[in-house]
């Protein structure tokens, strides 16, 4: 697989396998939190930068998709056990489930529907993160 460019990313993804409401205790709808997430250390970090889209995928069994949005809120940096990168995403009120997005002829071939055990960061293409907001509305 060829190396992202920048013109390829339009949206970067984080995941988690804990529910938001665990990730940041107290979090609803509509509200804005400020947290880090964890990151695997490859080039992709290199393409990242603060002010970039991003969302928050939740992995798993149980309401699996998009449940947050809002973007890189700093540097990718390091912590003791790795890259880091602060998000600012504010809590969806409906998340966007997993099955609606793979229902999508565009947003079906995103990577985190490909590779779900994929490490952070994932990413979505111009096309992808179109369709992504278009279910937001």
Request: glycine share 10%; with cysteine; hydrophobic share 45%.
């Amino acid at each position: 697989m060829a190396r992202l460019q920048p013109a390829d990313v339009a949206c970067w993804v984080v995941k988690t396998a804990r529910p938001p409401e665990v990730v940041v205790p107290g979090w609803r709808a509509g509200q804005a939190a400020t947290f880090s997430r964890c990151l695997r250390r490859s080039y992709r970090l290199g393409l990242m930068s603060p002010g970039a889209p991003c969302l928050l995928w939740l992995s798993g069994a149980d309401r699996p998709g998009v449940h947050a949005v809002g973007e890189l809120a700093g540097e990718v940096g390091e912590d003791a056990g790795g890259p880091v990168v602060p998000v600012r995403l504010t809590l969806l009120a409906a998340p966007v489930p997993r099955s609606e997005l793979l229902a999508d002829p565009v947003a079906r071939h995103a990577e985190v529907l490909r590779m779900p055990a994929g490490s952070n960061p994932s990413y979505l293409t111009p096309a992808q993160y179109a369709a992504v907001l278009g279910s937001l509305a």
